[in-house]
Protein backbone atom coordinates (compact mmCIF):
# COMPACT_ATOMS: atom_id res chain seq x y z
CA UNK A 1 0.00 0.00 0.00
CA UNK A 2 0.97 3.75 -0.77
CA UNK A 3 1.12 5.27 2.62
CA UNK A 4 1.32 8.41 0.96
CA UNK A 5 -1.79 7.42 -0.94
CA UNK A 6 -3.09 5.99 2.70
CA UNK A 7 -2.12 9.38 4.15
CA UNK A 8 -3.97 11.65 1.97
CA UNK A 9 -7.01 9.29 2.57
CA UNK A 10 -6.93 9.39 5.92
CA UNK A 11 -6.64 13.40 5.69
CA UNK A 12 -9.83 13.41 3.68
CA UNK A 13 -11.41 11.08 6.31
CA UNK A 14 -10.67 13.16 9.09
CA UNK A 15 -8.44 10.88 11.87
CA UNK A 16 -6.75 7.33 11.10
CA UNK A 17 -8.60 4.29 11.92
CA UNK A 18 -8.30 0.64 10.20
CA UNK A 19 -12.36 0.86 8.88
CA UNK A 20 -11.39 3.32 6.57
CA UNK A 21 -7.71 2.07 5.42
CA UNK A 22 -9.80 -1.55 4.42
CA UNK A 23 -12.02 0.85 2.49
CA UNK A 24 -8.99 2.25 0.74
CA UNK A 25 -7.82 -1.36 -0.10
CA UNK A 26 -10.74 -2.90 -1.19
CA UNK A 27 -11.60 0.07 -3.72
CA UNK A 28 -8.47 -0.30 -4.88
CA UNK A 29 -8.81 -4.28 -5.52
CA UNK A 30 -12.17 -3.73 -7.03
CA UNK A 31 -10.65 -1.19 -9.50
CA UNK A 32 -7.75 -3.72 -10.34
CA UNK A 33 -9.90 -6.31 -10.99
CA UNK A 34 -12.51 -3.94 -13.39
CA UNK A 35 -9.74 -2.88 -14.94
CA UNK A 36 -10.98 0.43 -14.74
CA UNK A 37 -9.19 4.05 -13.26
CA UNK A 38 -10.50 6.06 -10.74
CA UNK A 39 -13.73 7.78 -11.68
CA UNK A 40 -13.34 11.63 -12.22
CA UNK A 41 -17.22 12.14 -12.84
CA UNK A 42 -19.56 9.46 -13.30
CA UNK A 43 -17.91 6.42 -15.41
CA UNK A 44 -17.95 4.47 -12.18
CA UNK A 45 -20.71 3.91 -9.63
CA UNK A 46 -20.55 2.23 -6.18
CA UNK A 47 -23.23 0.74 -3.99
CA UNK A 48 -22.54 0.86 -0.67
CA UNK A 49 -23.83 -1.67 2.58
CA UNK A 50 -22.67 0.23 4.93
CA UNK A 51 -25.52 1.18 7.81
CA UNK A 52 -25.68 4.45 9.62
CA UNK A 53 -24.18 4.87 12.61
CA UNK A 54 -21.58 2.35 13.28
CA UNK A 55 -18.58 2.72 13.99
CA UNK A 56 -17.34 0.93 10.93
CA UNK A 57 -18.92 3.01 8.73
CA UNK A 58 -15.70 4.49 8.41
CA UNK A 59 -14.79 1.93 5.33
CA UNK A 60 -17.36 3.73 3.27
CA UNK A 61 -15.18 7.10 3.25
CA UNK A 62 -11.97 4.53 2.14
CA UNK A 63 -14.18 3.14 -0.98
CA UNK A 64 -15.66 6.67 -2.13
CA UNK A 65 -11.23 8.03 -1.55
CA UNK A 66 -10.45 5.18 -3.50
CA UNK A 67 -13.11 4.65 -6.63
CA UNK A 68 -14.23 8.23 -6.76
CA UNK A 69 -17.18 7.47 -6.44
CA UNK A 70 -18.74 10.18 -3.73
CA UNK A 71 -21.73 11.90 -2.06
CA UNK A 72 -21.32 14.89 -3.98
CA UNK A 73 -21.13 13.45 -7.68
CA UNK A 74 -24.18 11.21 -7.48
CA UNK A 75 -22.41 8.19 -8.19
CA UNK A 76 -22.35 6.77 -4.38
CA UNK A 77 -25.15 4.88 -3.67
CA UNK A 78 -26.48 3.76 -0.23
CA UNK A 79 -28.22 0.28 0.50
CA UNK A 80 -27.86 0.21 4.37
CA UNK A 81 -27.52 -3.68 5.35
CA UNK A 82 -25.20 -2.89 8.50
CA UNK A 83 -21.94 -4.93 5.64
CA UNK A 84 -18.47 -3.84 5.02
CA UNK A 85 -19.13 -4.27 1.65
CA UNK A 86 -19.85 -2.55 -1.81
CA UNK A 87 -20.57 -3.37 -5.48
CA UNK A 88 -17.98 -1.03 -7.91
CA UNK A 89 -19.98 -0.67 -11.31
CA UNK A 90 -18.73 0.38 -14.75
CA UNK A 91 -21.76 0.95 -16.86
CA UNK A 92 -19.70 1.20 -19.66
CA UNK A 93 -18.30 -1.94 -19.74
CA UNK A 94 -21.25 -3.46 -18.36
CA UNK A 95 -19.43 -5.32 -15.55
CA UNK A 96 -19.46 -5.02 -11.72
CA UNK A 97 -17.64 -6.46 -8.71
CA UNK A 98 -19.04 -7.35 -4.96
CA UNK A 99 -16.33 -6.80 -2.70
CA UNK A 100 -16.75 -7.68 1.42
CA UNK A 101 -14.75 -7.54 4.79
CA UNK A 102 -13.72 -11.08 5.76
CA UNK A 103 -14.75 -12.08 9.36
CA UNK A 104 -11.91 -14.49 8.94
CA UNK A 105 -9.70 -11.36 11.09
CA UNK A 106 -12.59 -10.20 13.50
CA UNK A 107 -11.01 -11.51 16.45
CA UNK A 108 -7.99 -9.91 15.76
CA UNK A 109 -9.28 -6.73 15.32
CA UNK A 110 -11.39 -6.90 18.32
CA UNK A 111 -9.06 -8.01 20.66
CA UNK A 112 -6.49 -5.19 19.69
CA UNK A 113 -6.46 -2.22 22.52
CA UNK A 114 -7.54 0.22 19.83
CA UNK A 115 -10.88 -1.66 19.40
CA UNK A 116 -11.11 -1.97 23.04
CA UNK A 117 -10.76 1.51 23.83
CA UNK A 118 -13.23 1.94 20.54
CA UNK A 119 -15.70 0.12 21.89
CA UNK A 120 -15.48 1.57 25.85
CA UNK A 121 -15.84 5.16 23.95
CA UNK A 122 -12.93 6.47 23.55
CA UNK A 123 -12.58 8.51 20.54
CA UNK A 124 -10.16 7.28 17.52
CA UNK A 125 -7.98 10.25 17.60
CA UNK A 126 -7.43 10.02 21.27
CA UNK A 127 -5.76 6.59 21.15
CA UNK A 128 -2.31 6.52 20.71
CA UNK A 129 -1.09 6.54 17.18
CA UNK A 130 0.77 2.85 17.61
CA UNK A 131 -2.18 1.40 18.83
CA UNK A 132 -4.42 3.14 15.31
CA UNK A 133 -1.78 2.08 13.13
CA UNK A 134 -1.33 -1.62 14.67
CA UNK A 135 -4.85 -2.91 13.11
CA UNK A 136 -4.15 -0.62 10.11
CA UNK A 137 -1.44 -2.30 9.36
CA UNK A 138 -3.08 -5.83 9.80
CA UNK A 139 -5.78 -5.06 7.32
CA UNK A 140 -3.42 -3.73 4.71
CA UNK A 141 -0.57 -5.96 5.29
CA UNK A 142 -2.79 -9.47 5.58
CA UNK A 143 -2.83 -11.23 2.91
CA UNK A 144 -5.27 -10.27 0.94
CA UNK A 145 -7.86 -13.07 0.93
CA UNK A 146 -7.41 -12.74 4.73
CA UNK A 147 -9.02 -9.50 4.82
CA UNK A 148 -11.83 -9.28 1.94
CA UNK A 149 -14.31 -11.65 0.40
CA UNK A 150 -14.19 -11.01 -3.23
CA UNK A 151 -16.57 -11.56 -5.68
CA UNK A 152 -16.67 -12.92 -9.12
CA UNK A 153 -16.26 -9.88 -12.14
CA UNK A 154 -20.23 -10.53 -13.66
CA UNK A 155 -22.40 -9.11 -16.09
CA UNK A 156 -24.25 -5.49 -14.55
CA UNK A 157 -27.98 -4.16 -15.70
CA UNK A 158 -27.43 -1.11 -13.80
CA UNK A 159 -28.99 1.73 -15.43
CA UNK A 160 -27.42 4.85 -13.99
CA UNK A 161 -29.60 7.40 -12.87
CA UNK A 162 -30.71 10.50 -14.85
CA UNK A 163 -28.54 13.67 -13.80
CA UNK A 164 -31.49 16.34 -12.49
CA UNK A 165 -30.58 19.79 -13.81
CA UNK A 166 -33.05 23.15 -13.69
CA UNK A 167 -33.54 24.84 -10.09
CA UNK A 168 -36.68 26.72 -9.14
CA UNK A 169 -37.56 29.22 -6.29
CA UNK A 170 -39.72 28.59 -3.61
CA UNK A 171 -42.26 31.06 -3.16
CA UNK A 172 -42.74 30.76 0.68
CA UNK A 173 -38.87 30.58 1.97
CA UNK A 174 -37.15 32.05 -1.30
CA UNK A 175 -34.90 29.20 -1.31
CA UNK A 176 -33.43 27.51 -4.64
CA UNK A 177 -34.99 24.15 -4.60
CA UNK A 178 -33.95 21.30 -7.58
CA UNK A 179 -37.49 21.14 -9.88
CA UNK A 180 -38.29 17.52 -8.99
CA UNK A 181 -38.18 18.24 -4.89
CA UNK A 182 -40.94 21.05 -5.54
CA UNK A 183 -44.85 20.77 -4.61
CA UNK A 184 -47.49 22.54 -5.85
CA UNK A 185 -49.59 23.70 -2.86
CA UNK A 186 -52.99 25.85 -2.94
CA UNK A 187 -57.07 25.27 -2.59
CA UNK A 188 -56.99 22.62 -5.07
CA UNK A 189 -60.21 23.68 -6.23
CA UNK A 190 -59.25 25.37 -9.44
CA UNK A 191 -56.69 24.54 -11.97
CA UNK A 192 -55.72 27.82 -12.76
CA UNK A 193 -51.90 27.87 -12.25
CA UNK A 194 -51.96 31.58 -10.36
CA UNK A 195 -54.02 29.77 -7.94
CA UNK A 196 -51.10 27.64 -6.67
CA UNK A 197 -47.61 28.41 -4.85
CA UNK A 198 -44.49 26.22 -5.96
CA UNK A 199 -42.89 25.41 -2.70
CA UNK A 200 -39.63 23.24 -1.68
CA UNK A 201 -40.67 20.02 0.84
CA UNK A 202 -40.27 21.84 3.97
CA UNK A 203 -43.00 24.40 3.44
CA UNK A 204 -45.21 21.92 1.53
CA UNK A 205 -46.66 20.50 4.56
CA UNK A 206 -45.79 16.64 3.72
CA UNK A 207 -44.63 15.10 6.18
CA UNK A 208 -43.49 11.39 4.64
CA UNK A 209 -42.94 9.95 1.72
CA UNK A 210 -39.68 11.98 0.99
CA UNK A 211 -36.62 10.32 2.82
CA UNK A 212 -35.12 9.49 -0.77
Keep these: MDRELLNKMFEFHGHKCWASALGLRAGLLALEKLGVKRANVKELFVILETGYNHGAACFGDGVQFATGCTAGKGNLIKKPRGKLAFTLIDPKQGKQIRICFNPKIREKIA ?9 AGVPPTEIPPEEVMEVVNLVLDSPVEDVLLIGNVEDS ?13 CDICGEMVARPYLRLIGSGQACEVGEFKKVCIDCSGYKEGFEK
Excluded at 111 to 119: E, G, L, P, V, Y
Excluded at 157 to 169: K, L, N, R, W
Design 157 to 169: HFDPPAEVMGMAI
Design 111 to 119: NSSFMKKRS
